[in-house]
């Protein structure tokens, strides 16, 4: 290639960063990026500070105790691998009757995934229908 043409596209370029749009479009870029995650913390804790308030209700309870029967090893990274307690499961359909709704909705307050697809891992199709079987 010409050195000429290089010189030029290296001297367009660098004009094009000093330019204070560009400077100011790519400080918002980074720190989109760096505040990104905080961001995501943070309304991760005003979720849970609002489900640890509701901690006496009945739903929040439930919630709870399908994640602990998703999660026996309760070692939230291992939840897909650490195997199901199915008994509690079933036995959690019937309290759940007439109230999955608000269930489901601590539930995804909480732990940030939905509760039927949580089970839908957890369960074989003939357990997860039983299950929608028992909370209809
Ligand atoms: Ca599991």
Redesign the pocket.
């Known amino acids: 290639m010409n050195p000429l043409v290089i010189a030029q596209a290296a001297k367009a370029t660098q004009s094009f960063l000093m330019n204070r749009k560009v400077q100011i479009a790519i400080l918002i870029i980074i720190l989109y990026f760096v505040f990104k995650k905080k961001i995501k913390k943070l309304i991760h804790r005003i979720r849970q500070r609002k489900f640890d308030k509701n901690e006496a209700q009945d739903v929040n309870q439930i919630a709870q105790q399908y994640r602990s029967a998703?999660?026996?090893?309760g070692i939230s990274w291992?939840?897909?691998?650490?195997?199901?307690d199915e008994k509690e499961i079933e036995r959690l359909g019937y309290q759940s009757k007439g109230k999955l709704q608000p269930i489901a909705n601590a539930y995804r307050l909480k732990f940030d995934e939905s509760l039927s697809d949580r089970l839908r891992?957890?369960l074989s199709p003939e357990d997860f229908q039983d299950w929608k079987n028992i909370v209809d």
Do not use: C, H, L
């Open positions: 998703s999660n026996p090893s291992m939840i897909n691998v650490d195997g199901t891992k957890e």
